[in-house]
């Protein structure tokens, strides 16, 4: 239970850093010369599909 409830924490953390990173390219006068903007968000869908995955892994053991 306090996995699961930690998942879904970091899920909804990376789901801000997306927004985040988002409104900072949006801003930009050249988006595609934000490379750190660009990985984080790799990286933060990267950490909410192996998030999700441990979810259901944990929800077909139950």
Request: hydrophobic share 60%; glycine share 4%; proline share 3%.
């Amino acid at each position: 239970m306090k996995r699961d409830l930690w998942d879904r924490f970091m899920i909804a953390l990376m789901g801000a850093l997306i927004v985040f990173c988002l409104q900072e390219i949006w801003r930009s006068p050249a988006p595609l010369s934000e490379a750190r903007y660009l990985l984080s968000i790799g990286i933060a869908v990267l950490v909410i599909v192996l998030k999700v995955r441990a979810l259901r892994q944990a929800a077909a053991g139950r």
